[in-house]
């Protein structure tokens, strides 16, 4: 069996940052173990398989398709950077020639459409509710020991925890924080949390770029430590912060990489825009890689 596949770096304008995802095309269905042993052979966050939803259909100029998510563990609901990298193969390497796309998921119809300098993607905004802290208090501690938490949410629709931590600290402390992931699904493990989010308010701008809000992604319960840029999470992070600053239009600096995620128009309705630049995408040859780099 052949099949195409590709690693696209998401959130990203420069080869090898950003979050890398693998990108599987599927002329006709797999079983279902095989997308998880391709998943766990290629060892990344996540990977992603779009199939074509009719015998017809073909990569260039259909629009619709069907997109699944596996982590090397299991499928998951919803990957925002394996989204943005699935359309970047067929806008860059497949040339689909469609202004938007649009991807059939378990979490309902998603759209991608060109922009002068990248891809933006329509995403579901899920809401939060509080959390009591003595709840998910032995998850919290096991993960960040006694570091200062301002506020606990939990967002049912894609079980994550939200952890703000207090505003005392500042950015360079959440990317050095050490946060022990090999225990958390030990300590939770009745199945209602598959995410930790840590997350951290802004700082005004001075010598460097403002940004609204800091954060980064832990999700041990579905074989990902940590998810380095993860376009999923702004669901619930998106929501949040625009309720906590008052705020449509923000932009963070996701996680300790210095990868930039510009988001715009975040609470226009039930869903936000996430923008993501694509460059360097690769498809493994027999015995070798074929490198390209796409600039617009």
């Known amino acids: 069996m052949k099949l195409p596949i590709f690693i696209a770096d998401a959130f990203t304008a420069r080869a090898f940052r950003g979050n890398p995802a693998a990108v599987c095309l599927l002329e006709d269905k797999l079983d279902e173990d095989v997308h998880q042993k391709i998943a766990k052979e290629m060892n990344l966050s996540e990977t992603a398989f779009i199939r074509k939803l009719h015998p017809t259909d073909n990569f260039t100029q259909s629009s619709c398709f069907r997109l699944r998510w596996f982590t090397p563990a299991s499928e998951v609901p919803l990957c925002g950077h394996a989204t943005l990298a699935s359309a970047a193969v067929l806008f860059y390497k497949t040339k689909n020639m469609n202004s ?6 378990l979490s309902g119809e998603l759209k991608a459409r060109r922009a002068e300098d990248g891809i ?11 959390k009591e802290f003595h709840e998910v208090k032995n998850l919290i501690k096991s993960a960040i020991g006694d570091t200062l938490v301002q506020d606990v949410c939990y967002s049912p629709d894609t079980q994550n925890l939200l952890v703000r931590l207090s505003d005392s600290y500042d950015r360079s402390f959440l990317e050095t924080l050490k946060v022990n992931t090999a225990n958390l699904t030990q300590v939770e493990n009745t199945g ?22 800091y954060s980064r992604y832990f999700a041990p319960w579905v074989g990902v430590a940590e998810d380095p840029v993860t376009g ?65």
């Open 120 to 130: 933006i993607l329509d995403l579901p905004l899920y809401p939060t509710q509080p």
């Open 232 to 296: 999923s999470a702004h669901t619930v992070l998106s929501s949040y912060w625009s309720q906590q600053l008052g705020k449509k239009n923000m932009h963070d600096l996701f996680g300790s990489l210095d990868a930039e995620d510009q988001s715009q128009g975040l609470v226009h309705g039930p869903r936000h825009l996430l923008q993501g630049f694509r460059d360097h995408i690769y498809s493994p040859g027999a015995g070798e890689s074929e490198n390209m780099s796409y600039r617009q």
């Open 192 to 213: 209602k949390v598959k995410g930790l989010i840590l997350t951290l308010k802004g700082e005004p701008a001075g010598q460097t770029q403002a940004f609204d809000f």
């Open 100 to 105: 938007t796309l649009t991807f059939v998921t």
